[in-house]
């Protein structure tokens, strides 16, 4: 299994930006470039939404994005690094959530269900203050 390890979240106001990083590893992972990843998130008192994901460079680095995000949010990745990125400009207060980084190694898209992703990370917290 992936071990997926989010970080950059914190405390930010309304209008400005931030970048999640999402790092992996894991005795049975792959290559990295083979791996599809995805972000997704969760209010409090929600239930966990998709952001965004981009697939693997078989894909040519597909990317898909959630309507609420697209023009604000980038995901990207670096392969070489190892590391899943999602830029995220322009904060709404309603953006604040838990995010979750996310790997597939059984699809090479951009998908966007829970149940096609095999691992998870813990989550790190963004919020934005109005």
């Known amino acids: 299994q992936v071990h997926l390890v989010e970080s950059g979240g914190g405390l930010v106001q309304a209008g400005e930006s931030l970048t999640l990083s999402c790092t992996a590893s894991?005795?049975?992972?792959?290559?990295?470039?083979?791996?599809?990843f995805g972000w997704f998130r969760q209010g409090s008192g929600k239930g966990r939404e998709f952001v965004a994901a981009i697939g693997t460079s078989w894909s040519g680095g597909q990317t898909n994005y959630a309507d609420f995000v697209k023009g604000r949010f980038t995901v990207s990745r670096d392969n070489a690094k190892e590391i899943v990125y999602l830029q995220m400009n322009n904060l709404k207060p309603e953006d604040t959530a838990v995010y979750y980084c996310?790997?597939?190694?059984?699809?090479?898209?951009?998908?966007?269900?829970?149940?096609?992703?095999?691992?998870w990370g813990q989550g790190t917290q963004v919020t934005v203050s109005s």
């Open positions: 894991g005795r049975t992972f792959g290559s990295f470039g083979s791996t599809a």
């Open positions: 996310a790997a597939s190694q059984q699809f090479e898209g951009a998908v966007k269900m829970e149940y096609q992703y095999d691992s």
